[in-house]
């Protein structure tokens, strides 16, 4: 999720919306191929909570068990126009990197780059210099070139013998509803909107079915699939069903799906990456061109999150041949207050 440079908050939906591709497209790798090789502790991973795609490498982090070998950094999930910013932190600095705005880290990487900041974002630490914000490659690579520092009863989330079949749900899921939400709310036009919000309900409706019969959307074991369509999921009655007016109906009327996504959230390491506080406030009060106001909605009641989805009656087993991740990182466990 990036803040492009511009006309600030304000164009969000005045414009015409296209995703952009990641312009920082560097690998870490155990061989080092591209200058960044894999090494414990070196890498420093910027994301805010508010955002799907950084939402991704929050939850194959904790997944994989990474938080010894990758830091984490928390931005603000209010953006001001330089984009991300560690207001978060004592005295408005990120503790490791010592910058205020991850722009800084762009900067350092390429002076004068004229796209725009986005999250997830990795870092050198040493340089100070950012390695990558390529959103596609970064949980993958974290899957497979990371494998050496992943703990003890890790899944495998890319396995090799369904990545075809991974690929080809993923492939789906980006253009109709990982992207495909974003297309219909910064629509500037009603049969751009439309067409938008037809193919995100089009394709939600294909995946409840797929998913009536089986628990998880490949094989019997949770996979990057998983990962990116939960991240959509957890956050369509929060802030796309009414912001982003992807209303046909909501999630929780949809039995097979609402079900799928609350057996996801609660397994360990996915429900206890979200922050609902920050989904809500980032998305109603930067997006001023098609929330004015910034009044941030009261609802949706967030308590049936943990009620019982019975998903386990379909077999599978989450973590396959492995276990679950140990408990939150007390300085990474989200407030109480932001949570079901």
């Known amino acids: 999720m990036s803040r492009d440079d511009g006309d600030g908050n304000s164009a969000y939906g005045r414009r015409a919306f296209k995703r952009s591709k990641a312009h920082f497209a560097d690998r870490i790798t155990r061989d080092g191929r591209d200058g960044w090789p894999v090494e414990a502790g070196r890498y420093r991973l910027v994301v805010s909570r508010a955002c799907p795609w950084a939402s991704r490498s929050l939850v194959s982090r904790r997944l994989l068990g990474l938080e010894e070998?990758?830091?984490?950094?928390?931005?603000?999930?209010?953006?001001?126009?330089?984009?991300?910013?560690?207001?978060?932190?004592?005295?408005?600095?990120?503790?490791?990197?010592?910058?205020?705005?991850?722009?800084?880290?762009?900067?350092?990487?390429?002076?004068?780059?004229?796209?725009?900041?986005?999250?997830p974002a990795v870092v050198d630490v040493p340089s100070g210099k950012l390695v990558t914000n390529d959103y596609q490659q970064l949980t993958l690579d974290l899957a497979t070139e990371w494998s050496a520092l992943h703990r003890e009863g890790a899944p495998d989330l890319y396995p090799d013998k369904l990545r075809d079949e991974i690929d080809e749900v993923m492939a789906d899921v980006y253009e109709d509803v990982n992207n495909g939400v974003y297309r219909a709310g910064f629509a500037t036009g009603q049969e751009e909107y439309e067409a938008a919000c037809a193919g995100v309900f089009r394709r939600l409706e294909l995946l409840a079915g797929r998913l009536r019969g089986q628990r998880y959307l490949v094989g019997d074991t949770i996979t990057e699939a998983d990962i990116r369509l939960f991240t959509t999921l957890v956050r369509f009655d929060a802030v796309y069903h009414g912001h982003f007016k992807c209303n046909r109906w909501?999630?929780?009327?949809?039995?097979?799906?609402?079900?799928?996504?609350?057996?996801?959230?609660?397994?360990p390491g996915f429900?206890?990456?979200?922050?609902?506080?920050?989904?809500?406030?980032?998305?109603?009060?930067?997006?001023?061109?098609?929330?004015?106001?910034?009044?941030?909605?009261?609802?949706?009641?967030?308590?049936?999150?943990?009620?019982?989805?019975?998903?386990?009656?379909?077999?599978?087993?989450?973590?396959?041949?492995?276990?679950?991740?140990?408990?939150?990182?007390?300085e990474e466990r989200v407030p109480a207050a932001h949570t079901p």
């Open 271 to 330: 429900g206890d990456t979200v922050d609902f506080d920050h989904i809500k406030r980032h998305y109603y009060q930067v997006h001023t061109g098609i929330n004015p106001t910034r009044v941030v909605p009261l609802g949706p009641d967030l308590s049936g999150w943990l009620t019982s989805h019975h998903r386990e009656e379909l077999g599978g087993r989450p973590f396959g041949d492995g276990t679950p991740p140990g408990p939150v990182r007390a």
């Open 250 to 267: 909501k999630l929780t009327e949809n039995q097979v799906l609402w079900g799928y996504v609350r057996d996801l959230y609660q397994t």
């Open 69 to 119: 070998a990758l830091s984490l950094a928390v931005a603000d999930p209010i953006q001001d126009d330089r984009s991300w910013r560690f207001t978060l932190d004592e005295d408005g600095r990120d503790p490791v990197l010592g910058i205020r705005y991850l722009g800084e880290a762009y900067d350092r990487r390429e002076t004068g780059y004229p796209g725009g900041v986005s999250v």
